[in-house]
């Protein structure tokens, strides 16, 4: 596992857009119009820089898969975090739908846990690569890191497929949410 650096965003960024286009959770976020799928890549930019800033980027060996983990406890509101809240807005989620995504966000938040996590946004292979054992040895890493750090690894996804998967690795669900598509929140302890 390589730890990402600024250098590696775009690349990050294509991984993601790929991997998560058909995602229920993301286009729930993401404004669906003509320019969705510059919005969802708006999404997965957004989405490094706050854990590049406030967790960790890490790319796989091979650099077909990646990972954006993050520490919740340690994100700040600074200036450059709003300014990217602002640019999620504007050019992921719209005016329009600002007031789901906040409300999405609380419930999130409400049922994740209160303890400090190492919390997994995003892992993703490309489609093209997946299967082939890339993803399998990046969730090793991940979790080994947050047994590092002695904090539980979270995260939560609308793909039932990915469950067992999970589960294969220790994680178990804790909670759901039903927003017009089921979520499930899993922990790894």
């Not at 690349?11 to 959770?25: E, P, R, T």
């Not at 490094?48 to 800033?53: I, K, N, Q, S």
């Not at 789901?100 to 303890?115: G, N, S």
């Not at 690795?169 to 979520?183: A, H, P, S, T």
Request: glycine share 6%.
């Amino acid at each position: 596992m390589i730890k990402a650096d600024y250098s590696d965003k775009e690349h990050v960024v294509d991984i993601l857009a790929k991997s998560f286009d058909g995602n229920k959770s993301v286009n729930y976020i993401v404004k669906q119009d003509g320019k969705r799928k510059q919005r969802l890549r708006s999404l997965m930019a957004y989405s490094f820089d706050v854990c590049h800033a406030f967790g960790d980027v890490f790319l796989s060996e091979d650099k077909k898969g990646c990972a954006l983990v993050l520490l919740p406890d340690k994100k700040e509101t600074t200036l450059k975090s709003l300014w990217w809240d602002v640019k999620l807005i504007t050019s992921c989620i719209g005016l329009f739908n600002i007031k789901k995504a906040m409300d999405r966000e609380a419930k999130i938040k409400k049922l994740q846990p209160k303890d400090k996590m190492y919390y997994l946004w995003f892992i993703g292979v490309g489609p093209e690569d997946q299967n082939k054992g890339t993803g399998t040895d990046l969730l090793q890493q991940v979790i080994k890191k947050g047994e590092l750090l002695n904090r539980p690894v979270c995260l939560e996804t609308s793909t039932m497929k990915n469950i067992p998967w999970y589960e294969k690795f220790g994680f178990k669900i804790y909670n759901e949410l039903d927003l017009g598509y089921r979520l499930y929140f899993l922990k790894r302890e």
